[in-house]
């Protein structure tokens, strides 16, 4: 079992839909998450960045952190074209230098015009 | 400010062979990590680098290595390159090495091994 699990999708909405993107994770250590997004042949774009439990908004983005339930969420409000892309969750655990993330497989999101 | 970047963009190579990818980290940042990204998958971490000294190490074979130089640029190398080796590989920077560091990541580089 992967210490994170993401549903790679595709995921396709129409432009305006709210999206919903999840990752599931083992590591009950986890304290730090992060969303990322990333284009087609481009390196991934820290979007999101949350420690612990609880929500975090950012323009249309809110990352929301269940530590119970080992689930963490990116919610896109008012989805444009320009969001297509892939969205990758990433963790790092207490006892992180700093520089070792855990990725999931990453979901890739379509919006249609 | 410049981001992070990375040299070459592309490289293609055989069977074999010996690559060393290049990476600046983005003024000011002492910290540098590499990933391998599989096609489909997430990254998967390689090394950290930290003030010229590893700090973490995953679960590649001894075939990889890389350095930090005085002016916390680095270089990623892989000898006896093998076809599964092919993948983007992605450098991040970060100011330090604590624990809630966010880190900045290149464009990769696209590596092919024939």
């Known amino acids: 079992q992967k210490e994170v699990e993401q549903d790679p999708g595709p995921l396709s909405v129409p432009e305006g839909a709210i999206v919903s993107l999840n990752c599931t994770y083992s590591?009950?250590?986890?304290?730090?998450f992060m969303w990322y997004r990333q284009y087609s042949r481009k390196g991934p774009e820290l979007l999101m960045y949350?420690?612990?439990?609880g929500n975090k908004e950012d323009g249309r983005f809110t990352a929301q952190v269940d530590k119970s339930s080992k689930y963490i969420s990116l919610f896109i409000r008012d989805s444009q074209p320009s969001d297509s892309a892939t969205y990758l969750c990433?963790?790092?655990?207490?006892?992180?230098?700093?520089?070792?993330?855990?990725f999931g497989q990453g979901t890739e999101l379509s919006v249609k015009p | 400010d410049a981001g992070v970047t990375q040299s070459p963009t592309h490289l293609i190579k055989t069977r074999g062979q010996h690559v060393t990818l290049r990476c600046s980290p983005i003024?000011?940042?002492?910290?540098v990590s590499w990933y391998q990204q599989v096609l489909g998958q997430g990254p998967q971490f390689i090394f950290q680098?930290?003030?010229?000294?590893?700090?973490g190490r995953g679960n590649f074979p001894d075939r990889f290595s890389a350095r930090q130089f005085p002016n916390y640029s680095s270089e990623l190398n892989v000898n006896a390159l093998l076809l599964g080796d092919s993948a983007l590989y992605l450098c991040?920077?970060?100011?330090?090495?604590?624990?809630?560091?966010?880190?900045?990541f290149g464009s990769g580089t696209q590596l092919s091994v024939l």
């Open positions: 990433a963790m790092s655990d207490y006892y992180n230098q700093g520089g070792k993330l855990i």
């Open positions: 680098y930290y003030e010229k000294e590893e700090r």
């Open positions: 003024s000011g940042h002492k910290s």
């Open positions: 949350t420690y612990s439990s």
């Open positions: 590591n009950s250590a986890f304290q730090y």
């Open positions: 991040a920077s970060s100011l330090g090495d604590s624990r809630n560091e966010k880190l900045f």
